[in-house]
């Protein structure tokens, strides 16, 4: 299951409920019952944990002011639900965003009326009001799942590659080596004369370490850098996207020929144009608000007009740099606008150029007869 966040108040009526929840459908109606009654164990504001089986939802239980309710507050609860454990220091982030995001809520006078939007006893003066902080407090509820996954994701095995070969220092060294062995004193040279700053020896050991590089030696004092691989960053068809939008058939024809259009350039780019690219798609996969996003996209589409307008500057500002670059397409479908994969990224090993030197040429067949 997929992290999900609730926030749940106390109806005045009903008792506890789930407000709202996002990702949305991702908990099942019993689960969502279960989470939202919580809040009865609970007296005091703060930060704890429950257990539900095999899942664990890190809770925090607060009040803000309402001129609405009984004893003037509403009492309401965060609740990040997991199906993995996670370390004590990932539960103090998690419960540090709660506490700041709880108090942006306490911050806001007029907050409380955005729980009244399915009441029927409001006057009509109230109206926008309510329709105001009802969209406010869901796009505050989406900040802090943004900025949970962000602080709390576990890198994937591509993303630490690209965090190593982002480094540009990184990413010339291999450039160098692919063109075949360098004798380490000449690499130790060419090193520190283009990065005076960095630790020549540190990186030729890190990479050594995850088997990019070994250094041979030939002869009692002659030592040479070989590059084992070629770690390259490229783009292929999202082909995933065909299968999450199904239920919007009219995206997929909005989005297929762009892709195809991209596609048919990206194969005429020759290979100076290719690593340059190869170099930016390291930087979006070492870049942890970028691969949120990218991962993000990879198993769902995401409603732009739906995100929060002003506190999510950064992830509106990272959704415009993928645009630019051509990992993301935006598309308006029934006057809303969807954000979806255009391309999506993989890491790729492969013998680098000067080994494929080395290998023996296909025989040429002979046909005369």
Request: glycine share 2%.
């Amino acid at each position: 299951m997929k992290t999900t966040v609730t926030l749940s108040y106390f109806h005045r009526k009903i008792g506890p409920l789930i407000f709202y929840s996002y990702p949305k459908d991702t908990l099942e109606k019993e689960l969502e019952v279960k989470i939202a009654n919580i809040m009865d164990q609970q007296f005091n504001e703060g930060f704890f944990t429950h257990s539900f089986e095999n899942l664990k939802s890190l809770n925090y239980y607060f009040e803000i002011h309402s001129d609405w309710a009984r004893g003037n507050k509403e009492m309401l609860m965060f609740s990040i639900i997991l199906d993995q454990q996670i370390a004590p220091s990932i539960e103090e982030i998690i419960a540090n965003l709660c506490t700041e995001f709880s108090e942006s809520l306490q911050s806001n006078e007029e907050i409380f009326t955005g729980f009244y939007i399915n009441e029927k006893d409001y006057h009509e003066e109230d109206v926008e009001k309510i329709t105001k902080n009802n969209s406010l407090i869901k796009a505050w509820v989406k900040n802090l799942y943004w900025a949970i996954m962000e602080e709390t994701r576990e890198k994937t095995e591509e993303q630490k590659i690209a965090i190593l070969i982002n480094n540009q220092h990184i990413f010339k060294t291999l450039e160098k080596l692919s063109k075949g062995p360098v004798e380490l004193e000449e690499l130790r040279e060419w090193f520190i004369e283009n990065f005076p700053d960095k630790e020549f020896e540190e990186i030729i050991n890190t990479l050594v370490e995850k088997q990019i590089l070994i250094i041979n030696q030939i002869g009692l004092v002659e030592k040479y850098v070989l590059l084992l691989k070629e770690v390259n960053a490229e783009r292929i068809p999202p082909d995933s996207v065909i299968e999450y939008i199904d239920d919007k058939p009219e995206l997929i024809d909005l989005l297929l020929p762009k892709v195809q259009d991209f596609f048919s350039e990206y194969e005429k780019k020759k290979e100076g144009e290719l690593k340059k690219d190869s170099y930016i798609l390291f930087q979006i996969m070492a870049d942890s608000k970028k691969y949120n996003i990218l991962s993000e996209l990879r198993n769902s589409l995401i409603s732009r007009d739906k995100l929060p307008k002003k506190s999510l500057d950064s992830l509106m500002e990272n959704i415009e740099y993928l645009k630019e670059y051509d990992v993301i397409e935006e598309l308006n479908y029934n006057n809303e606008r969807y954000v979806v994969l255009k391309t999506n990224l993989r890491i790729t090993t492969a013998f680098p150029e000067w080994m494929r030197k080395l290998l023996p040429k296909e025989s040429k067949k002979d046909n005369s007869k």
